[in-house]
């Protein structure tokens, strides 16, 4: 298995600019949830999605954060429009039926907002 | 809420002197408490779980302990290879809550 595949894996981007992050989760598993990492706050949950729907979007910053998980296989983080204290990295992650509890991450996409 | 304290920041280590990491948490109903690593540039790797006070896991130098209001992470005769941060997670009724990390370096 390929593992949890992000990208882009770097973006760079103008204040007021639309960014979208995407996420394959790992195949089989039921649970996808986004992260966001920065040194001041350490990773802080956004969103979570079961069987792709999502459950708990209170750590969802701001109505210019969306996300959506349209099938099994896919999931995008959208920020409209972004600013530069967005800059952070974004984590995907998935975890399994009998596993739920142990997450698998992906490598994290680096956003810079500028 | 939960919360979950990590100490310290950072710890700079020899080769081969051993030490350990402290997790604090604060949680109603505590399911797991889960230890991962993370290397620069990368996403966080699991290493353990542990479920209830008392319980102990082992993986090469690294053993984790687990109380009712902490966790250790010891490392044993630490390797340069073993530099990373180590990331300490609870889990009640919410997806799981992280530390903020303790970042470990091990100079050979």
């Known amino acids: 298995d390929a593992g949890v595949i992000q990208s882009p894996r770097h973006e760079v981007t103008e204040m007021g600019q639309e960014v979208t992050l995407r996420c394959k989760p790992i195949s089989g598993h039921n649970s996808l949830f986004w992260y966001r990492q920065t040194m001041m706050r350490g990773l802080e949950l956004l969103i979570y999605?079961?069987?792709?729907?999502?459950?708990?979007d209170s750590g969802m910053p701001e109505d210019r954060f969306s996300a959506k998980m349209p099938n099994a296989s896919f999931s995008t983080l959208k920020i409209q429009p972004s600013e530069p204290r967005d800059s952070a990295v974004y984590f995907c992650?998935?975890?399994?039926?009998?596993?739920?509890?142990?997450?698998?991450f992906g490598a994290g996409s680096r956003l810079t907002v500028l | 809420e939960d919360q979950v304290t990590q100490s310290p920041e950072a710890l700079r280590l020899q080769e081969g002197e051993s030490s350990s990491l402290n997790c604090s948490y604060t949680?109603?109903?505590?399911?797991?408490l889960f230890w991962y690593r993370q290397d620069p540039g990368k996403g966080p790797e699991f290493l353990f779980t542990l479920y209830s006070a008392g319980e102990e896991k082992e993986k090469e130098r690294l053993k984790a302990t687990l109380t009712k209001k902490e966790s250790f992470l010891h490392i044993t005769a630490p390797k340069p290879e073993d530099s990373a941060t180590y990331l300490c997670?609870?889990?009640?009724?919410?997806?799981?809550?992280f530390g903020k990390g303790t970042r470990l370096s091990v100079i050979a």
């Open positions: 997670a609870v889990q009640a009724h919410t997806p799981l809550v």
């Open positions: 992650a998935s975890g399994g039926l009998s596993g739920a509890n142990v997450l698998t």
């Open positions: 999605f079961n069987n792709n729907v999502p459950i708990d």
């Open positions: 949680v109603s109903g505590l399911r797991g």
